[in-house]
């Protein structure tokens, strides 16, 4: 394992772990609205599927860890929206 393939993994697990962390935040306690452990964990989902499909490439050109990374932004952010108008 290379230090970019090292680095890269810890953008895709630090977004999905910061993410899960800070929606759970935003609901809970400054919402107060009550989230799930599943609605919690889906930015996680993001992070094991980066680590379970990518098995040596050829990556294509949409396949990066700063895409992961966003994706699980963005399943976040949809997670938390549908816990607050759901």
Request: proline share 3%; no cysteine.
């Amino acid at each position: 394992m290379d230090l970019e393939s090292v680095r890269e993994d810890l953008l895709v697990a630090g977004a999905a772990a910061g993410s899960a962390v800070a929606m759970t935040l935003v609901l809970e306690l400054g919402a107060n609205v009550a989230v799930s452990f599943p609605l919690r964990a889906s930015p996680l989902v993001v992070y094991f599927a980066y680590l379970f499909t990518r098995k040596g490439g050829p990556y294509g050109s949409f396949d990066t860890a700063r895409n992961w990374a966003v994706l699980a932004l963005v399943v976040a952010v949809a997670a938390g929206a549908y816990a607050l108008f759901g």
